[in-house]
């Protein structure tokens, strides 16, 4: 079945350190693929998506790359700020199922001033 | 626009009662989903509805949970019993195509 795989947290960067976070998924399909940006306390917040190979995403200088040869999505950042701190979650969603989203499990950020 | 609504924002209840929640999704979103987040982890799908219809409930624990959207607007989830591993935030979200998910605040469940 479909999955997502994105590497562990915590991570833990100074301010206006660059940011990469990985993420692979499986697909049996052609899925759109997104990044979610979760802060405390609060619910999922659409950071980005891309809904098909080589299309780039981008949103509050945060940018990933569709890559179907490598079935990747990694969220890149090149200054990060103490406000960026929060949970990203790599994410696929294909029509089969109904435009149904699957979430990897999550990558927590530290930004320290 | 408004964004997705739920309520209660926290509940405490100990094992074996029930509890609901309920959401209000984006006016005009035909998709409505239920979430459940337990703690360090990705959101896992519980129920998807079209409309007032499901679309996939194939995680829910249908023994002890279950859920409606009547008239293709709110939905309630409802678990009874609860247990000690349904401790978790619920997560509603919808949507009006692939573009992806708007999510409400989620309601955090804690059973003691």
């Known amino acids: 079945g479909n999955s997502v795989t994105q590497m562990e947290g915590p991570v833990t960067l100074s301010e206006e350190a660059f940011l990469t976070i990985n993420c692979t998924y499986t697909?049996?399909?052609?899925?759109?693929l997104f990044w979610y940006v979760q802060y405390p306390g609060e619910g999922l917040q659409l950071l980005l998506k891309?809904?098909?190979?080589?299309d780039k995403g981008s949103n509050k200088g945060f940018e990933a790359t569709y890559r179907k040869e490598t079935t990747s999505f990694h969220l890149e950042k090149g200054s990060v700020q103490v406000s960026d701190s929060a949970v990203y979650f790599c994410?696929?969603?294909?029509?089969?199922?109904?435009?149904?989203?699957?979430f990897g499990a999550g990558t927590r950020l530290f930004v320290k001033a | 626009e408004a964004g997705v609504a739920q309520s209660p924002r926290y509940k405490i209840i100990e094992k074996r009662q029930s509890v609901a929640f309920w959401c209000n999704p984006i006016?005009?979103?035909?998709?409505l989903y239920w979430y459940q987040q337990i703690l360090g982890q990705g959101p896992k799908l519980l129920i998807q509805?079209?409309?007032?219809?499901?679309?996939?409930d194939s995680q829910l624990p249908k023994d002890r949970f279950s859920a409606e959207r009547l008239k293709g607007v709110d939905s309630t989830l409802k678990i009874q019993p609860a247990k000690l591993e349904d401790s978790a935030v619920y997560l509603c979200?919808?949507?009006?195509?692939?573009?992806?998910?708007?999510f409400g605040s989620g309601t955090r469940l804690t059973v003691v």
């Open positions: 979200a919808s949507s009006s195509g692939p573009g992806g998910y708007t």
């Open positions: 891309a809904t098909k190979a080589d």
């Open positions: 697909a049996t399909g052609y899925p759109s």
């Open positions: 994410a696929l969603s294909e029509g089969t199922g109904g435009f149904k989203t699957i």
């Open positions: 006016s005009g979103h035909a998709t």
């Open positions: 509805f079209q409309n007032n219809g499901v679309v996939d």
